[in-house]
C-alpha cells in the first residue's frame, strides 16, 4: 500500500479512472498485468470493472466472537448469568475455534485469494488481572499474526472490538477516567511484544455503537450505570484511550497506520416523512456518524447539549475505517427499538430483519468521509446476514460496484474487508444471523463454503467484478450494474461455483 505519497494522497488513484475494460484492454496498466493474481482464472468478460493493483482484499473477524472459552470477559460473565440474554438455543461456547485453530481459517482466507486480514486481540487474555500479562495469550497472538505473513495476509489489528476484562468493569469501566491510563498500559505491552507484526491497528470498534448498546440500550453487558450521562462520560473516555493508544503506538512505530472503525449508516426521514421527522434524522445522523471522527480531527468532541476538547486529541489518524451495513429510516417520536423496520414490498431485507440492502448509501458515505476529513479510507467491515446466501453475491458485486466508483473519481479507498471470513457468534444475537463467507457449525466446527465466497474468490484473484461474474452469481444484478446485459442471464446460468481454491 502506498498511504504515503501514493494512491492514498489523493493523486495517483486518478490513475486507475479506466472506465469499464476486458481483461486484456490495451489501456489496462502494466503494474496490474504484472501482478501475478491478475487474470487468474478469470473468464472472458466483455464488461469489467477493473481495481488498483495495491488495493487490500480482506476479510474480517473479532477476538471473543471467534476464539471462542473467553471465561476473563464481561461477555462471558454476562453470558453465564442469563442465558437468555442471547438469542436462540447457542451461546458462545468455543465459538469458532480460532484460540486453537486459527490457523485453518487463515488458509482458507489465503485460498480465497485474499491478501489481508482485519483480527482484533482479547483485553482479558493478554491482561487477565491488573498488571498481570499472561505470556502464553501473547505468544499465541503472536503466532497467529505470524501465521496471517506467512501467508500474505497484512494484519489490520484492533486493540479493543466491543469486549472487556471483568477487573476493568470493576474499577469502573469506560465510564471512568480511570480506564485511560489501564487503556495505555495495555497498549503499550501489546506494541512491546506484537508491534513488529502490526502494520495497521484499530484502536476502538464502533466506540459509538459500543456506547449505544452500553448504556442506553443494554444490549450489551451493562456496568450498572445507564442514560445519556453514561453514554456521553464513556465516550468522552474513549476518546481519551484512543489519543493515548495512538500516540503510544507512533512513539514506537512512526510509520504505523493508526485509525478507528467507525460503524457509519444512513440515516435519513421516509420520504413522506414531516419537518420534524427530517430535523431528527439530520441530529441522530450527526451524533452518530460524524460525532467521532470530527473529535478525531479537530479534537473538539460535540455532544448533545455542550461540547468538550480533549489534549492531544485533534489529528489522531491516520485513516477512516468505515463499517457500513444498511440504511434506517427514522420518525420522531421514535417507536420501540428506536429505527423504523418496516421496508416497503420491493426492499431486499436480510435474515432477522437486520436491515435493508442499500448499497448506494456506501457510496455516500465514503464520498462524505473523503470531502469532510481528505484521509485514506478503509472499508474495514461490510456484509449481512443470510445463511442461505440468496443476497451475498449480488450484495457484494453492488456494494464493490459503489467502491470502484468512488476511486474512479480518485477517492483513496484502499481495501475492502468483508465481514466476515467464517460464521461466528453475533453477540445478543447468538448463532440466528449468519454472516460469513464461509459457513460454521457450531457444534462440529464443520466449514462449507457458501457461493459467495467462491464469487470472492474470484474477484480477489482478478482484482476486478464482471458481468460473467454477475451473470453466474447473481445474474439479478446484470439489470442493475450492467443496464442492458440481463440477456447474458439466461445465456450463462446461475451455475459455475467453480473449484474451492
Given at each position: 500500500m502506498?498511504?504515503?505519497?501514493?494512491r492514498?494522497a489523493?493523486?495517483q488513484?486518478?490513475?486507475?479512472?479506466?472506465?469499464?475494460?476486458?481483461?486484456?484492454?490495451?489501456?489496462?496498466?502494466?503494474?496490474?498485468?504484472?501482478?501475478p493474481h491478475?487474470g487468474?482464472?478469470?473468464?472472458?468478460?466483455?464488461a469489467i470493472?477493473?481495481?488498483?493493483?495495491?488495493?487490500?482484499?480482506?476479510t474480517?473477524t473479532s477476538?471473543?466472537?471467534?476464539e471462542?472459552?473467553n471465561?476473563n470477559?464481561?461477555?462471558f460473565a454476562?453470558?453465564?448469568?442469563d442465558?437468555?440474554?442471547i438469542?436462540?438455543?447457542l451461546?458462545?461456547g468455543p465459538?469458532?475455534?480460532?484460540?486453537?485453530n486459527?490457523?485453518?481459517d487463515l488458509?482458507?482466507?489465503?485460498?480465497?485469494g485474499t491478501?489481508?486480514?482485519?483480527l482484533?486481540?482479547?483485553?482479558s487474555?493478554i491482561?487477565?488481572e491488573p498488571?498481570?500479562f499472561?505470556?502464553?495469550?501473547?505468544?499465541?497472538y503472536?503466532?497467529?499474526l505470524q501465521a496471517?505473513?506467512?501467508r500474505?495476509?497484512?494484519?489490520?489489528v484492533?486493540?479493543?472490538?466491543?469486549s472487556?476484562?471483568?477487573?476493568?468493569?470493576e474499577?469502573?469501566?469506560?465510564?471512568?477516567?480511570i480506564?485511560v491510563?489501564?487503556?495505555r498500559r495495555y497498549?503499550?505491552k501489546v506494541v512491546a511484544e506484537?508491534?513488529?507484526?502490526?502494520?495497521?491497528w484499530?484502536?476502538?470498534?464502533?466506540?459509538?455503537?459500543?456506547?449505544?448498546?452500553?448504556?442506553?440500550?443494554?444490549?450489551f453487558?451493562n456496568?450498572g450505570r445507564g442514560?445519556?450521562?453514561?453514554?456521553?462520560?464513556?465516550?468522552h473516555n474513549m476518546?481519551?484511550c484512543?489519543a493515548?493508544a495512538?500516540?503510544t503506538?507512533?512513539?514506537a512505530?512512526p510509520?504505523?497506520?493508526v485509525?478507528?472503525?467507525n460503524?457509519?449508516?444512513?440515516?435519513a426521514?421516509?420520504?413522506?416523512?414531516?419537518?420534524?421527522d427530517?430535523?431528527?434524522?439530520?441530529?441522530i445522523?450527526?451524533?452518530?456518524?460524524?460525532s467521532?471522527?470530527?473529535?478525531?480531527?479537530?479534537?473538539?468532541?460535540?455532544?448533545?447539549?455542550?461540547?468538550?476538547?480533549?489534549?492531544?486529541?485533534?489529528?489522531?489518524?491516520?485513516f477512516?475505517?468505515?463499517?457500513?451495513?444498511?440504511?434506517?429510516?427514522l420518525?420522531?417520536p421514535?417507536p420501540p427499538?428506536?429505527?423504523?423496520?418496516?421496508?416497503?414490498?420491493?426492499?431486499?431485507v436480510?435474515?432477522?430483519a437486520?436491515g435493508?440492502?442499500?448499497?448506494?448509501g456506501?457510496?455516500?458515505?465514503m464520498?462524505?468521509?473523503?470531502?469532510?476529513?481528505?484521509?485514506?479510507?478503509?472499508i474495514t467491515?461490510?456484509?449481512?446476514?443470510?445463511a442461505a446466501?440468496?443476497?451475498r453475491?449480488?450484495?457484494?458485486?453492488?456494494?464493490?460496484r459503489?467502491i470502484?466508483h468512488?476511486?474512479?473519481?480518485?477517492?483513496p479507498?484502499?481495501?475492502?474487508?468483508?465481514?466476515?471470513?467464517?460464521?461466528?457468534f453475533e453477540?445478543?444475537r447468538?448463532w440466528?444471523?449468519?454472516?460469513?463467507l464461509?459457513?460454521?457449525?457450531?457444534?462440529t466446527?464443520?466449514?462449507?463454503?457458501?457461493?459467495?465466497?467462491?464469487l470472492?474468490q474470484?474477484?480477489?484473484r482478478?482484482?476486478?467484478?464482471?458481468?460473467?461474474?454477475?451473470?453466474r452469481?447473481a445474474?439479478?444484478?446484470?439489470a442493475?450494474?450492467?443496464?442492458?446485459?440481463e440477456?447474458?442471464?439466461?445465456?450463462?446460468?446461475?451455475?459455475?461455483a467453480?473449484?474451492?481454491g
Amino acid at each position: 500500500m502506498q498511504e504515503q505519497g501514493g494512491r492514498g494522497a489523493g493523486e495517483q488513484g486518478c490513475t486507475w479512472c479506466l472506465c469499464v475494460l476486458s481483461p486484456l484492454h490495451p489501456r489496462t496498466p502494466a503494474p496490474l498485468l504484472d501482478n501475478p493474481h491478475f487474470g487468474y482464472n478469470a473468464p472472458m468478460a466483455h464488461a469489467i470493472m477493473t481495481f488498483p493493483p495495491d488495493f487490500l482484499w480482506g476479510t474480517a473477524t473479532s477476538a471473543y466472537q471467534v476464539e471462542g472459552n473467553n471465561s476473563n470477559s464481561d461477555w462471558f460473565a454476562w453470558e453465564a448469568a442469563d442465558p437468555a440474554r442471547i438469542k436462540g438455543d447457542l451461546g458462545c461456547g468455543p465459538a469458532s475455534d480460532w484460540w486453537q485453530n486459527a490457523e485453518a481459517d487463515l488458509d482458507i482466507a489465503a485460498a480465497l485469494g485474499t491478501n489481508a486480514h482485519r483480527l482484533s486481540l482479547e483485553w482479558s487474555r493478554i491482561e487477565p488481572e491488573p498488571s498481570v500479562f499472561d505470556s502464553a495469550a501473547i505468544a499465541r497472538y503472536r503466532a497467529i499474526l505470524q501465521a496471517c505473513h506467512d501467508r500474505g495476509l497484512e494484519p489490520m489489528v484492533t486493540l479493543h472490538h466491543f469486549s472487556n476484562p471483568l477487573w476493568l468493569v470493576e474499577k469502573g469501566d469506560f465510564h471512568s477516567e480511570i480506564v485511560v491510563e489501564y487503556f495505555r498500559r495495555y497498549t503499550a505491552k501489546v506494541v512491546a511484544e506484537l508491534g513488529d507484526l502490526i502494520p495497521k491497528w484499530i484502536t476502538i470498534n464502533e466506540p459509538v455503537t459500543y456506547g449505544v448498546l452500553r448504556y442506553l440500550t443494554h444490549d450489551f453487558p451493562n456496568p450498572g450505570r445507564g442514560g445519556f450521562g453514561a453514554l456521553f462520560a464513556a465516550i468522552h473516555n474513549m476518546l481519551r484511550c484512543h489519543a493515548a493508544a495512538y500516540h503510544t503506538i507512533k512513539e514506537a512505530y512512526p510509520a504505523a497506520l493508526v485509525g478507528t472503525a467507525n460503524n457509519m449508516q444512513v440515516f435519513a426521514a421516509r420520504p413522506d416523512g414531516n419537518a420534524i421527522d427530517r430535523r431528527w434524522a439530520r441530529m441522530i445522523d450527526r451524533l452518530y456518524n460524524d460525532s467521532w471522527p470530527d473529535a478525531l480531527h479537530t479534537g473538539r468532541y460535540r455532544g448533545l447539549w455542550s461540547s468538550k476538547r480533549f489534549k492531544g486529541l485533534a489529528g489522531t489518524y491516520d485513516f477512516v475505517g468505515i463499517n457500513y451495513y444498511t440504511r434506517f429510516y427514522l420518525r420522531f417520536p421514535p417507536p420501540p427499538g428506536f429505527v423504523d423496520r418496516e421496508w416497503g414490498p420491493e426492499a431486499l431485507v436480510s435474515d432477522g430483519a437486520y436491515g435493508e440492502v442499500y448499497a448506494h448509501g456506501l457510496y455516500e458515505i465514503m464520498e462524505r468521509v473523503w470531502r469532510r476529513y481528505q484521509k485514506p479510507i478503509y472499508i474495514t467491515e461490510n456484509g449481512l446476514p443470510d445463511a442461505a446466501d440468496r443476497l451475498r453475491p449480488g450484495f457484494l458485486l453492488d456494494h464493490l460496484r459503489q467502491i470502484w466508483h468512488a476511486i474512479s473519481f480518485c477517492y483513496p479507498i484502499m481495501g475492502y474487508y468483508h465481514w466476515s471470513l467464517v460464521d461466528n457468534f453475533e453477540w445478543d444475537r447468538g448463532w440466528t444471523q449468519r454472516f460469513g463467507l464461509v459457513a460454521v457449525d457450531p457444534t462440529t466446527q464443520a466449514r462449507a463454503w457458501r457461493p459467495s465466497a467462491h464469487l470472492y474468490q474470484e474477484i480477489c484473484r482478478s482484482y476486478s467484478i464482471s458481468d460473467d461474474m454477475a451473470a453466474r452469481y447473481a445474474p439479478e444484478m446484470l439489470a442493475v450494474m450492467w443496464p442492458g446485459e440481463e440477456q447474458r442471464a439466461e445465456a450463462q446460468g446461475s451455475g459455475g461455483a467453480g473449484e474451492q481454491g
